[in-house]
Nanobody
């Protein structure tokens, strides 16, 4: 049974840092593209950062230079290190997995097979 479990969310002040984790099971993690998405109340879900099976990464413009996505295939865990957090980063963050049939990371949510339940990140000014 496929499971994706996010953790590491919380409440921080503007300028602070958090590191999210997503522990995966039930599929060949190392063969999958993994992406972090986020959704704030009243807004559409959007891709934040993605990493393919070879470690290539992609970021949405608003987080470039502040967020870093990484993966540990031995521990089947995905990470998102978030620095210099801003109030506009406040959202529920989800990890998602799709088989890496294209050989590149993506931020397009419609292509993903598996989703976690999410972890809340709240940044106060």
């Amino acid at each position: 049974r496929v499971q994706l479990a996010e953790s590491g969310g919380g409440a921080v002040q503007s300028g602070g840092s958090l590191k999210l984790s997503c522990t995966a099971s039930g599929f060949y993690f190392s063969r999958y593209c993994m992406t972090w998405f986020r959704q704030a109340p009243g807004q559409e879900r959007g891709g934040v950062a993605g990493i393919d099976s070879r470690g290539h990464t992609i970021y949405t413009d608003s987080v470039k230079g502040r967020f870093t996505i990484s993966r540990d295939n031995d521990k089947t865990t995905l990470f998102l290190e978030m620095n210099s957090l801003k109030p506009e980063d406040t959202a529920k963050y989800y990890c998602a997995a799709m088989e890496d049939y294209r050989g590149m990371p993506t931020l397009r949510g419609g292509e993903f097979d598996y989703w976690g339940q999410g972890t809340q990140v709240t940044v106060s000014s």
